[in-house]
Every structure is written in structure tokens, then in C-alpha cells.
């Protein structure tokens, strides 16, 4: 029988992807909702526990009442300051472990990695979850990047792999070549609406996003959705390219049907692609 999964669930619509498969697929699971993150339309009436970020023995406990065997974390949590995380005692001890203010994203994310095998948890990618969500090589749908498209993707292909090697983000917005902001603690989405009113005239630019060199792939990959698409149209934008084998494409179905009308691209490239 397959095992039963925990979802951990921060924000936006993802986590109701996987809840939806789970479903699909008649697999048993729980969600660990983060209260301030996780959207209470989208959990709807799945089997779940909320807890606050800073509550992790209480997350524990719930996960393994529940009889949680693999983990899946999936949605964006802004990374709070210890003030606002009241942190438990289970908290408090890892913090004291890991040393929060030295740790990066991706350094952070390997320590609750670490912790949750420890608490005997697998922890597992969102792409054991969700088979079709890996980006494939080549364009989503009719729209296709033309030649100053494709130099804006190879620029900001070469942005982004150095902002992930500094563990700063995983995505950047180029037009005609200009990096008009690059993604930090402020996520993807924010990025994009800082980037609106930036933009020059002339032919809009483009969103990447690469996977952070070395990156552990069960933890925060690159991802997608149509929300993204339509964040990405509103700031100006004229498509979307991610790193194929590298990121995710939640909903393909529906990402594609929203590119075609918002007249956007998606394209799946090569992390070489910028060399």
C-alpha cells in the first residue's frame, strides 16, 4: 500500500495540486497547513492540521498522529524574523543548531531537510508527487521566443545561475538584455510586480528561472503555475523560461491553455544555455 504523505503547505495554489493528486490517485496524506502562508480556499476540507511556522514539535506530533510515513514541502513561505515565529522549544533547539542568521535559503532548507529525516520522516520532491510537473526541453503551446526573446533568455540564464551560486535566489526578469531586478527574499511573484514598472519601451522581456547550483531537488525546485503566468503578463512580460529537467510546470495542462491566451511563451532550456 503506498505510504501515506504529509504536506507541508505554504502559500499560493500549489499545495491544492498535490492535494488534488493525492486525491486522484487515491493516496492517503495530511496536510501540515502554515497558518500566515498556506490559503484556507485552497487546503478546503483536506484532512489537515495549521500550525504557525515556529511550531515545529507541535508539526511533528500532528505529522505523526496522523501517521505520516513521507513529506512533501511545497508553496512559498516568506522566511519570517524570530520575533514573528514565536518558536517552540523544538524550534528554539534547532535554531540554536543550525545558527538561523548564517544560513541562506538553500542552507536553511537542507537544515529542516536534515530534521525531518531525523524525526523518521522521508522526505521526498514534489516530482515523486506530481509525475508531469518536471519541465521538458522545447515551448509550452503556440507561442514561440524570437531572436531578442531567445538573447534575453541566454542573459538571464547566466544571472540567474550566479545569483544561485551566491544562495540569493533562483530567478531574474531581462529585457533587451537588461536585468531589470533579480529574485531575493521577496519571491517570484513580488519580483515581477516590482519589475511592471521598470520596464522600457519596445519589446517586452522575460522571466527566468534555474534551479541554484548543487541544489538538493526534493527542496524548493524552481516552479510555475498559471498564477505565475499571469503575474508575468501584468508586469509587461513577454514569456517565461525555466530549466528543463530542473523546475517545475504545475498544471501543465492549464499553464499551457493560459499562455495561448494571454499570448505568452513558456520554454523549457538547457542550464548551458547562457555559456
Do not use: N
Amino acid at each position: 500500500m503506498t505510504s501515506k504523505l504529509g504536506i507541508v503547505a505554504g502559500g499560493g495554489e500549489f499545495p491544492g495540486l498535490v492535494i488534488a493528486a493525492c486525491c486522484a490517485q487515491g493516496r492517503p496524506f495530511h496536510v501540515l497547513a502554515l497558518s500566515g502562508h498556506a490559503d484556507p480556499a485552497v487546503i478546503g476540507d483536506a484532512p489537515a492540521d495549521w500550525i504557525r511556522l515556529g511550531e515545529a514539535g507541535t508539526g511533528f506530533q500532528r505529522l505523526k498522529q496522523a501517521g505520516v510515513a513521507e513529506v512533501v514541502m511545497i508553496g512559498p513561505v516568506r522566511r519570517p524574523t524570530l520575533r514573528e515565529l514565536a518558536p517552540d522549544f523544538r524550534t528554539t533547539r534547532f535554531f540554536a543548531k543550525v545558527g538561523l542568521k548564517a544560513l541562506g535559503d538553500d542552507g536553511l532548507l537542507r537544515a529542516v531537510a536534515r530534521e525531518i529525516e531525523e524525526e523518521g520522516f522521508r522526505l521526498v520532491g514534489i516530482d515523486d508527487v506530481l509525475a508531469d510537473c518536471l519541465a521538458v526541453a522545447g515551448p509550452y503551446g503556440t507561442v514561440a521566443p524570437d531572436d531578442q526573446a531567445q538573447a534575453d533568455i541566454q542573459r538571464g540564464v547566466q544571472v540567474a545561475k550566479g545569483i544561485g551560486a551566491l544562495d540569493v535566489g533562483q530567478a531574474v526578469v531581462v529585457q533587451q538584455g537588461i536585468v531589470l531586478g533579480v529574485e531575493a527574499i521577496e519571491g517570484t511573484d513580488q519580483l515581477l510586480r516590482r519589475c511592471g514598472p521598470l520596464r522600457r519601451e519596445g519589446p517586452g522581456g522575460v522571466l527566468v528561472k534555474m534551479k541554484k547550483p548543487g541544489q538538493d531537488r526534493r527542496l524548493d525546485l524552481p516552479t510555475i503555475g498559471a498564477a505565475t503566468l499571469r503575474e508575468a503578463a501584468a508586469a509587461g512580460l513577454r514569456g517565461i523560461a525555466v530549466e528543463a529537467g530542473g523546475a517545475l510546470v504545475l498544471g501543465r495542462e492549464a499553464v499551457t491553455t493560459e499562455a495561448d491566451r494571454l499570448g505568452l511563451f513558456i520554454i523549457g532550456v538547457a542550464a548551458e544555455a547562457g555559456g
